[in-house]
């Protein structure tokens, strides 16, 4: 690709996720299906990325394998300083838990718990003991200080959306993923759940990974990662809705 892309990611020095020479291929009875080739790829540790491309280009894999939710075919994917490849099922699940937080579309929450125990569940599953502070600094973080009393159905779908996001960051985690996390939100509802997640890594250091098709929503990423046929084909940095949506355009023709 020519004149809309670069292909030289901004200069880090720390790393929270490592793609190297990732593919991940699917056997179907028409035939195998390669939805990841060879991708290498850092993530900063501290940014805020968008993933973009077309449907079928490998985005959401590329976000399953990088969360250690899929295995590669081939490749090492490391996070956090951890070497998924090898790790057992019991392992991976432990640095999904402790290194990981994931935001997806679906709120995923349960409506008969308030917005402090939706937040507060993973670590009552996981046996772990849980500190109401850290419960409340999760919910001021996502700007919802004084409705952990709240129910998701006494919440707007924004304000749900928060709920999931303080859920995440309830455990520390390295690296929060989130798939299409505005896609069920309208435009001002969704801009609040961006803004957020850009002062997570503006003000606090989290490091997000996100899967988008919207050129808006990934106006708000420090950097976007274009894929097209399961390859990074382009990368851009700081750039605004309109670069971002002519570079989607240049992809689709």
Request: no cysteine; hydrophobic share 40%.
């Amino acid at each position: 690709m020519t004149g809309t892309l670069s292909q030289t990611a901004a200069p880090e020095t720390t790393i929270a996720v490592a793609l190297d020479g990732v593919t991940r291929t699917y056997r179907s009875r028409a035939g195998d299906v390669h939805a990841l080739r060879g991708v290498t790829h850092a993530f900063p540790r501290g940014s805020f990325t968008a993933v973009m491309g077309p449907s079928g280009s490998g985005k959401s894999t590329l976000l399953q394998v990088a969360a250690g939710l899929d295995r590669p075919t081939r490749g090492e994917v490391t996070v956090a300083g951890v070497a998924l490849t090898g790790l057992g099922q019991t392992e991976l699940t432990r640095v999904r838990r402790d290194s990981m937080g994931f935001v997806f579309q679906a709120y995923n929450l349960l409506d008969a718990l308030t917005a402090y125990d939706n937040v507060a569940l993973p670590a009552r599953l996981a046996g772990r003991r849980v500190h109401r502070d850290a419960v409340i600094g999760a919910l001021d973080q996502v700007g919802l200080d004084g409705l952990a009393k709240r129910r998701p159905p006494e919440l707007s779908g924004g304000q749900q959306q928060r709920v999931a996001v303080a859920r995440a960051l309830h455990s520390r985690p390295d690296v929060l993923f989130a798939d299409e996390p505005t896609g069920a939100l309208d435009r001002g509802s969704g801009r609040q759940v961006l803004e957020l997640l850009r002062r997570l890594t503006d003000d606090h250091g989290q490091t997000v990974v996100m899967v988008t098709h919207d050129p808006l929503a990934a106006s708000f990423a420090h950097h976007v990662l274009f894929l097209a046929d399961g390859q990074v084909v382009g990368r851009l940095h700081q750039a605004d809705a309109s670069r971002i949506a002519a570079a989607m355009n240049e992809l689709e023709r």
